[in-house]
């Protein structure tokens, strides 16, 4: 089993730069698919960002030139770095990873317990 834990989270500025990390433990792979999703209150988790093992970025069309993903597989944790922060970012953040195909989608087999991040104006 694939433990994830995130962390970084917090209370921001808008313009601001926040970088959240998501540590591994157990049997990890560095052949996962990692990825990033939010959650906003009172709507659903969506896709953030996600970065398979062979290093091929995806990212969602909010994040896209604001926020970056990498992952230190000697390290066994991913990060993504988020600048220019607005409100709308505003979201529990959190990390998956898992042998998926569908890197954007929900299907991943492991998930953090997420950090919040709050952005205000």
């Known amino acids: 089993q694939v433990h994830l834990v995130e962390s970084g989270g917090g209370l921001v500025q808008a313009g601001d730069s926040l970088s959240l990390s998501c540590a591994a433990s157990g049997r990890a792979t560095t052949r996962y698919t990692v990825g990033w999703f939010r959650q906003a209150p009172g709507k659903e988790r969506e896709f953030v960002a996600a970065m398979t093992w062979t290093r091929v970025t995806n990212y969602a069309d909010s994040a896209k030139g604001r926020f970056t993903i990498s992952r230190d597989n000697a390290k066994n944790t991913v990060y993504l770095q988020m600048n220019s922060l607005k409100p709308e970012d505003t979201a529990v953040y959190y990390c998956?990873?898992?042998?998926?195909?569908?890197?954007?989608?929900?299907?991943?087999?492991?998930w953090g317990q997420g950090t919040p991040v709050t952005v205000s104006s």
């Open positions: 998956a990873a898992g042998p998926t195909a569908s890197i954007t989608g929900l299907n991943y087999a492991y």
